[in-house]
Structure formats: C-alpha cells, structure tokens
C-alpha cells in the first residue's frame, strides 16, 4: 500500500514569510508525527497527533510552528514569519495507534530553504 | 529525559566482513529501541525494535541488534556486509512511562556506513 507522502518536496522561501507543509499519513494510522532534521543532526520531534487532537507539543521550539490535523488524517505544519535558522527538512511519520510500541514509518520529507 | 548516543559519526567495512553500529541509551522505565536507515534524499526506513523478550532482535536486510540492559546498549549488526548497506543509520529510543503511551522518538546523531568494495 502508499506509504506517508509529503508536500512539497522541496520548498524556497524568503525570510519573514509564511509556509505550509503538508503530510499524508498511511491510511487508517490515527496516529501522526512531525520532526525537524538539521543538516548533520538526527530528527528531533516536534509534535505528535492521536486523531484530531494534538497530544503533544512540547518539541514545537516556539509560537512560529503550528500545526493541524482536522480531520484526523492529513496534517499541515505551518510556520510563520520564517528565519533562515528554520531551513531544515521536516519529517512526518505515522503509526497505526498510540502506543510506544508502535514502529513509526517515515515520509520522504520536505526541505525547507529559507534565504 | 531520554538521550541516545551514536560515538561513530563513521564507521567503514570492507565488503563481506562484519559490521556493527554502535548505539547507547538513557530514559526512564523501560526502553523500547529502534533502528532506520537513511538512504540519501529520502526518508528514514524502518530495520527493527526492541520492546521486549529475546536480546537479540533479526531485521530487514539481514540485520540485527543486541539489547544489553546493563550497558544500556543496542548494537546494530549484520555479519556479511554488502556495498549497498552504505548509508546513514539512526538509533533511537523511546521510554515507555509516559501516561498516554506514545510521545516522540528521540534520535541519535546518526552513524555513516560505508562499505567497501
């Protein structure tokens, strides 16, 4: 079956503008995962969905990064006024239920440039 | 908090011999620990876990990893290495103590796999 999809794949902005990244888990996961990896760094996390709702944001690294889940399926991450500190490839992964055992399977990502 | 440490940003294997990535770990309660593998402009790609029971864990690929609770460890392996292993290996781990079950996994640095022909 399709595996988690991410759009864009590559993305150039400016800094100081608004972007959105868009992340299509694997059908029927309810539950779905953001990272951020820096160039020469693992994936740190930044917030973590069970169904609509987010369970857990503490990795957002501050009120720039937001993100939504409305139907409990596609998710964006939106970042407002973007600095070049933000350029990064954003990862999203998902997994069939909440449960720390689950195996978390990866998207390709989107790499974020911010000039 | 939970923390993993790669030591190696590189490890190098002449083709045909064994390899090993090393990985050690801190979290809370119990550990349940993961490796992917990273292939160049693409995503993490799942190897294997460990949640609980046998030590030794058998992969995708032919890999495999050894939990050692005492020295906090889980070692990636394979016995017979091939150029296509190159590639950038993740360890990770995630502690099973939290009310609500599943937060994030926290990453290592990553180790560089190259293999040699």
């Known amino acids: 079956g399709a595996g988690v999809s991410q759009t864009p794949s590559n993305k150039v902005t400016e800094k100081g503008k608004y972007v959105e990244l868009r992340c299509d888990p694997i059908s029927g996961h309810t539950a779905l995962y953001w990272y951020r990896q820096s160039l020469g760094q693992g994936p740190e996390f930044l917030i973590y969905f069970q169904g609509t709702g987010a369970a857990d944001d503490s990795g957002l690294p501050n009120d720039r990064f937001f993100a939504v889940r409305p139907e409990g399926s596609v998710s964006t991450l939106k970042i407002q006024r973007t600095e070049r500190g933000d350029s990064a490839v954003y990862l999203c992964?998902?997994?069939?239920?909440?449960?720390?055992?689950?195996?978390?399977?990866f998207g390709p990502g989107t790499r974020l440039t911010v000039l | 908090a939970q923390s993993v440490a790669q030591p190696e940003d590189q490890v190098n294997v002449a083709e045909g011999n064994p390899l090993t990535v090393k990985c050690t770990y801190s979290?809370?309660?119990?550990?349940?620990l993961f490796w992917y593998v990273q292939y160049p402009n693409r995503g993490l790609q799942f190897l294997l876990k460990?949640?609980?029971?046998?030590?030794l864990v058998k992969g995708s690929y032919g890999f495999e990893a050894e939990f050692n609770k005492s020295q906090t460890s889980f070692h990636l392996k394979k016995p017979s290495a091939l150029v296509s292993d190159s590639a950038l290996y993740f360890c990770a781990v995630r502690g099973g103590l939290k009310p609500g079950g599943a937060d994030g996994l926290t990453f290592g640095k990553g180790t560089h796999l190259i293999i040699q022909p």
């Open positions: 992964a998902s997994s069939p239920w909440r449960s720390s055992t689950d195996t978390q399977y």
């Open positions: 979290v809370s309660g119990n550990p349940y």
């Open positions: 460990y949640i609980t029971g046998d030590n």
